[in-house]
């Protein structure tokens, strides 16, 4: 069992620039989650899949973020024209069932 | 609005002791919770869960209770020991909204002293 992997595990980028994460679950998970956490915070949700159908988003995803999970396995996460209040914990989780999830190291991202 | 809340930003004990970490919430509709540990630059780590049918439950050293009139839920660990050091989150599933969703509370820094 290897567990839940994330890369980068650190990006620095550019206000403007696009980034792209890679989160691959734990393999016999058919859910994947993705959450944000910034200083002081707990992690806050920003999208579910279900095999690859994506059946949630959260508000905190404006039209600037995207993910996708083909074939239901890897998922990845875009931010276009990123701001400076993306800068934030980027974490992937995953679950075989709706309630243990297992969470990944993260990626921290940092807007310049 | 925070639906999940720890009060306590920061906890320390000394070795061999208990450690207590509450967490409260607000939404009646949540219908399971998790305890995670975080250590720093990794990602969160399951340590327990408790469904609201029930009102403790026990694994080795981590004993969480459920008071679901209070809204209230603690996680005791004992003994403590200094690798428990770690930010602990109290997170809750469900709420109405999502079966799906975790909301997580602010998380309580452990310091657990030699």
């Known amino acids: 069992d290897t567990g839940v992997s994330q890369d980068p595990r650190h990006k620095i980028t550019k206000r403007g620039q696009n980034v792209t994460f890679r989160c691959d679950p734990i393999?016999?998970?058919?859910?994947l989650y993705w959450y944000r956490q910034t200083l002081g915070q707990g992690p806050e949700f920003l999208t579910y899949?279900?095999?690859?159908?994506?059946?949630?988003k959260s508000r905190l995803l404006s039209n600037r973020f995207s993910a996708e999970r083909p074939k239901g396995s890897f998922s990845t996460l875009e931010i276009q024209r990123t701001e400076q209040g993306d800068s934030a914990m980027y974490l992937c989780?995953?679950?075989?069932?709706?309630?243990?999830?297992?969470f990944g190291p993260g990626t921290r991202l940092t807007v310049t | 609005d925070q639906q999940v809340k720890q009060n306590s930003p920061s906890l320390s004990v000394q070795e061999g002791r208990i450690s207590i970490l509450n967490c409260d919430y607000t939404?009646?509709?949540?219908?399971?919770f998790l305890w995670y540990k975080k250590y720093p630059a990794e990602g969160p780590t399951f340590l327990i869960s408790?469904?609201?049918?029930?009102d403790k439950n026990e694994d080795g050293r981590f004993t969480v209770f459920l008071n679901k009139s209070a809204k209230h839920l603690s996680l005791h660990i004992v003994p403590s020991q200094p690798g428990d050091s770690a930010v602990y989150f109290c997170?809750?599933?469900?709420?109405?909204?999502?079966?799906?969703?975790?909301?997580f509370g602010k998380g309580t820094l452990l310091t657990v002293n030699p």
């Open positions: 989780a995953s679950s075989s069932y709706v309630y243990e999830q297992y």
């Open positions: 393999s016999e998970h058919n859910r």
């Open positions: 899949f279900q095999n690859e159908a994506q059946l949630e």
């Open positions: 939404n009646s509709m949540f219908d399971y």
């Open positions: 408790i469904s609201s049918i029930k």
């Open positions: 997170a809750a599933l469900g709420g109405g909204g999502s079966n799906y969703k975790l909301t």
